[in-house]
């Protein structure tokens, strides 16, 4: 398996993304909940992508709801 991008979140804008894990990358954002780092791996298998949070698997089953999801946790920067 390729190494994974790592980036912090808001570091790339939602769509940069989206890109990525479109083209079979994996993206781990570290973002910051409760003053703990935490670690998030995004990732698309060509039909479902997922948010592989720290306490939960997450299942988006289109681009929008990614993009969504992407944007309302902060992952992404918007703009």
């Given at each position: 398996m ?22 079979g ?55």
């Open positions: 390729s190494e994974a991008l790592v980036v912090d979140a808001g570091e790339l804008g939602v769509e940069e993304l989206l890109e990525a894990i479109q083209s990358e994996r993206v781990v954002v570290r973002t910051e909940f409760l003053g703990s780092e935490h670690e998030v791996t995004l990732r698309h298998d060509g039909d479902i992508y997922y948010c592989d949070t720290p306490t939960r698997l997450h299942k988006h089953h289109s681009a929008e709801e990614m993009r969504a999801c992407l944007r309302n946790q902060g992952y992404g920067r918007v703009g």
